[in-house]
């Protein structure tokens, strides 16, 4: 977990899971916090998610927990308005008695939550994780209907999506992902865009952070943090708030077509258990990528968690959805 968590970026909050703090910059009262999801309890570990033992090399895992607790703010969030363009090319597949989607890293399934059931005619969801265990909880909590009640069916496929060719998107008539791409290295982006554009399929990548968050009432140390969060995010390889650029180009530079709309999450006192546990991962990957902060961040930490107690914080997380629309292939319009 550790050095997977180095590799990926592990957990943010945001935009892919919670980090932790370590222990002794973890202040929060226990209970407050997901078992897995939330601070780790032993100096260095990183935080993300264990859900139980794991070695050195394993990759980071997302507690259900966390990923149940982003559920409606990440619906919320979501642009509808890239939904039209996306029906009207696939209303216009021609001779497709009904849509295989992909969902990449699906965690447990909540874009299929909210999509099936906003697209029209029989569905066919196809979940990739590489997490044997979240493809368990997306099975069994995957959507049944489409918006005109049509039957919608899922399978799941344990693998690595950075590795994804056109091969496997065979048939395809969509792939979708949501809060993944920050966690990619631009080559598994690349990989990702040519084997969507190489099997002429659309694409929609939700929720991907845009390395900027606003918290009301402001602090002075509000940017120093957020700039050592977005280091933090870069750290191994991966791209995070570089990510939906990368995307774009990728795409473009394969003849899609791309649409960028904002899907920030908005959070107010309602969302207090998701902003708090936010918070945390927030404040710990600063902390992380800059000790130095260490004393000024848990005194900001503590300060931010009792405003969000008291509902008196709000914080604005942007990301960007992501439309690309590539050159169909093989006699689809
Ligand atoms: C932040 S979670 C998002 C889950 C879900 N899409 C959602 O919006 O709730 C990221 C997911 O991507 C998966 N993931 C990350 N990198 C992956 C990779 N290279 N191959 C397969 N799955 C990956 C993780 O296991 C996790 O389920």
Redesign the pocket.
Known sequence: MRKTATK?GG?IPT???PRDLPSDAAPASAESVIPGAGPAIRPGERPTVRLRDAGPDDQPR?APEW?EL??GP?AAARSGELLDPLRIRLANMPGKAGIVVHDL????G??GRWLAPRLDGPQHWIL????PY?LHFAAVASPRSAADGSRVTVETRR????LLTPDALAGASLVT????LD??SRE?IETLAAACTGAGCPALLT?SVAGRVELTPSDPLDTEIAEAFNAHQRRSGMLGPDAITVACEAFSDRGATVRLHPSAWRLGPADAALTAQWLRGWVGAAVEQRPDLRERADRYLQDRLAACRAGELQVVVHHSDLLALSRPTGGES
């Open positions: 990926r957990m935009q892919s899971g997302y990923l982003r559920e990440d890293g699906c965690g447990t909540s874009m990739h994780d590489r997490d979240l693998g690595d999506v950075g992902a949501s809060a993944l966690v990619l598994e929720l």
